[in-house]
């Protein structure tokens, strides 16, 4: 896949919004949340269903912005039924052939072991120098550990992730100190309460309905955000913003 050069009007509007050069090694890691909905908030189609939303121009936003992000984040649902590659086709002057340099790091949320790479997109990606090896986080040691892959054992309750551990393990053990969290629902949802985890939120809104059996997006408390913005493009619109810090 060749990607369209990026709308240069994109750059200036999302550099606020991105993980700082310098980052303080001794801070958290700065965590950008990211998605695509159609406007009556769904993520797709229903449970399982790889739904297309981005527009060209958005699609390229996303290279972008993995490009920027030390690691990439999604949740076992959204890897088993989107089979994704999560790499990084934008840069601004290398070539395709040195795409796993500057690709972020997968990280996948899979506490059930359900998925496996081996077999993968992401694999082959990986086996052909296109993309990194992934880091899964499950909640107890596999019996069986497939090859290149780093595991990061992290006790759940009742299906919750700890995130502030997580991010504390994958800075102190993996030297991550950015991360593109791109879904699934879930994931959105949990990490939309989270404003101690989450520094930016970057969401592309697409010109479709998915329709009410659609995956939703809306967290189990009313939400508020500071410093938003919005840039237009052809189809899509895309809301940069930070979540209101909770005073409880």
């Known amino acids: 896949m060749s990607l369209d050069p990026i709308r240069q009007d994109l750059i200036p509007f999302l550099a606020s919004y991105l993980p700082p050069e310098q980052h303080n090694i001794e801070n958290k890691p700065f965590v950008t949340l990211t998605y695509a909905q159609s406007i009556d908030a769904r993520i797709s189609l229903g449970p399982g269903i790889r739904t297309s939303i981005s527009d060209v121009e958005t699609k390229v936003m996303t290279h972008y912005l993995r490009y920027h992000h030390d690691g990439i984040l999604i949740g076992s649902g959204t890897v088993l039924a989107d089979d994704p590659g999560l790499n990084c086709k934008w840069h601004p002057d290398v070539a395709e052939s040195k795409l796993s340099e500057y690709s972020p790091r997968p990280i996948i949320l899979d506490p059930s072991q359900k998925w496996r790479f081996i077999g993968s997109k992401m694999y082959d990606l990986f086996k052909n120098g296109e993309g990194k090896s992934p880091i899964i986080v499950v909640s107890e040691k596999p019996q069986v550990e497939e090859e290149y892959i780093d595991y990061l054992i ?21 030297g991550i100190k950015s991360i593109m969290v791109e879904g699934g629902a879930f994931v959105i949802n949990e990490l939309l309460l ?29 939400i508020s955000l500071i410093d938003a913005d919005w840039w237009k493009g052809k189809k899509d619109s895309i ?9 409880n």
């Open 154 to 174: 992290i006790d759940g309750h009742q299906g919750r992730i700890d995130w502030k551990t997580l991010v504390d393990r994958l800075s102190n053990e993996f």
């Open 194 to 222: 989270r404003d101690d985890i989450v520094d930016s939120l970057i969401v592309t809104v697409g010109s479709t309905y998915l329709g009410e059996d659609g995956v939703q997006v809306s967290p189990k408390k009313a």
């Open 239 to 247: 809301m940069a913003a930070r979540l209101v810090p909770r005073t």
